[in-house]
């Protein structure tokens, strides 16, 4: 099994990294056979093709199932970001934009992600989990507490998050996207500990902060995950809109 973390609009950087692993071919399609890959989330803004990582990311969903390979995703914080601005654009919003639309633009939003954003798009991000298990480890986008707000198991953070991406209460997602403002709660290893005994798992996955701001090493020369918290922790996100070149986590 192969992890990726966030990517944020940088798919030749993406692409090169699925090349070098032997995922993609020279015609960018699946080549990983019967290989498991797995995206943390924030596949948009900040960097210039995000709706082409997001297609790119779609398709091969379907080749590697062709052979009996697979591709999975989560939701990061930065498609509910993309999809509040195309629902409620004007609405007013608590960050520092005042609306949804002006939020998206401040956090890196790119005007041609919003643009060619359709209804399949749509479907398909609202459909991403939040909260998985896989391999014994608990994966989630966000090294957060805020999940202990929408349910005390992973199918129960799932169903009501999935009901407010779902829904036009925009109460709800201006109070998830807040939600999502929150960074290294992880850091306290007894904070990782207690998140694990609710959901599950031996040690959480993560991506969301970039592996250089914990560690104050340069974007760079960031080419492999982040253990911390006493082993109980994996931060994935290689900063690749930072200057990270971008890296693949093999279990």
Known sequence: MYVMGDVHGQYAKL???????????ERLAWS?????????GDFVDRGPEGLGVIDL?????????????LVGALMGNHEPLLLSARLFPDKPAGGPGGTFLKDWEMNGGVAADLAGLTDRHVEWLVGLPHLVHLDGRLFVHADALFYYRYGRTVAEVNGALGRVLRSDDVAAWDQLLGDYSEHGAFRDAAAAREFLATYGGRQIVHGHTPVHRMT????GEVRAPYV???GLCINTDGGMYSGGPGFLWAL
């Open 216 to 219: 104050g090493r340069p974007a």
């Open 57 to 69: 990311v779609m398709r091969l969903q379907g080749e590697a199932a062709q052979v009996g390979g």
């Open 32 to 40: 990983g056979a019967t290989e498991h890959l797995w995206f943390m």
């Open 15 to 25: 692409v090169g990294v699925l090349q070098g692993a032997g995922l993609i071919n």
């Open 228 to 230: 911390y918290a006493e």
